[in-house]
T-cell receptor, first 113, second 114 residues
Framework: DGGITQSPKYLFRKEGQNVTLSCEQN?????MYWYRQDPGQGLRLIYY???????QKGDIAEGYSVSREKKESFPLTVTSAQKNPTAFYLC????????????FGDGTRLSIL | GDSVTQMEGPVTLSEEAFLTINCTYT??????LFWYVQYPGEGLQLLLK?????DKGSNKGFEATYRKETTSFHLEKGSVQVSDSAVYFC?????????????FGKGTTLSVSS
């Protein structure tokens, strides 16, 4: 079944702790993205990657880090430097070409303990 | 830079009412345009798209026409159902920005009552 798998669905972070959100895809897309969504707000781009071993900061990268060691995987780490991490995090992929849509996972909801 | 502006919600309708959610855009090139839907606690699902001027995208009774002269891509449905209650996002794709990440509007919440 093709698609994007985000895990876990719910995640809790303690103060001073780093947590990692998983995103795996089997769509064979080169481009992958991480977004943050807060209640009543739109999507804000955290990081994106167009190819393996390369990634770029989006609009709100501070307090986050990523890696892209494999085409299928684009994990996001929320570090202790991110002071307000409570949000819904969405991973997306995109095929090549301007007419291609982004495909989204089901999201991970991160909360502070 | 490129941007997308959607009408602010929430939009509250009775079942079987006509729906319009306005979306206008600013782009320097020739963007593709998309509508996504998000149900509570889920990711975004592609609803429809249009890739050039005068194209009409349609799916599940929803329609939107790419109007270059008015830079608009308004979403319409003739008769809404309670199950259509969700958040709707308009988006555009224009080569050269953030690895071709889509640019999203802020979303419009639709609530349909029976």
């Amino acid at each position: 079944d093709g698609g994007i798998t985000q895990s876990p669905k719910y995640l809790f972070r303690k103060e001073g702790q780093n947590v990692t959100l998983s995103c795996e895809q089997n769509l064979n897309h080169d481009a992958m993205y991480w977004y943050r969504q807060d209640p009543g707000q739109g999507l804000r781009l955290i990081y994106y990657s167009q190819i393996v071993n390369d990634f770029q900061k989006g609009d709100i990268a501070e307090g986050y880090s990523v890696s892209r060691e494999k085409k299928e995987s684009f994990p996001l780490t929320v570090t202790s430097a991110q002071k307000n991490p409570t949000a819904f995090y969405l991973c997306a992929t995109k095929g090549q070409g301007n007419s291609q849509p982004q495909h989204f996972g089901d999201g991970t909801r991160l909360s502070i303990l | 830079g490129d941007s997308v502006t959607q009408m602010e919600g929430p939009v509250t309708l009775s079942e079987e009412a006509f729906l319009t959610i306005n979306c206008t855009y600013t782009a320097t090139g020739y963007p593709s345009l998309f509508w996504y839907v998000q149900y509570p606690g889920e990711g975004l699902q592609l609803l429809l798209k249009a890739t050039k001027a005068d194209d009409k995208g349609s799916n599940k009774g929803f329609e939107a026409t790419y109007r270059k002269e008015t830079t608009s891509f308004h979403l319409e449905k003739g008769s809404v159902q309670v199950s259509d209650s969700a958040v709707y996002f308009c988006a555009l794709s224009d080569l050269g920005w953030a690895g071709t990440a889509l640019i999203f509007g802020k979303g419009t919440t639709l609530s349909v009552s029976s």
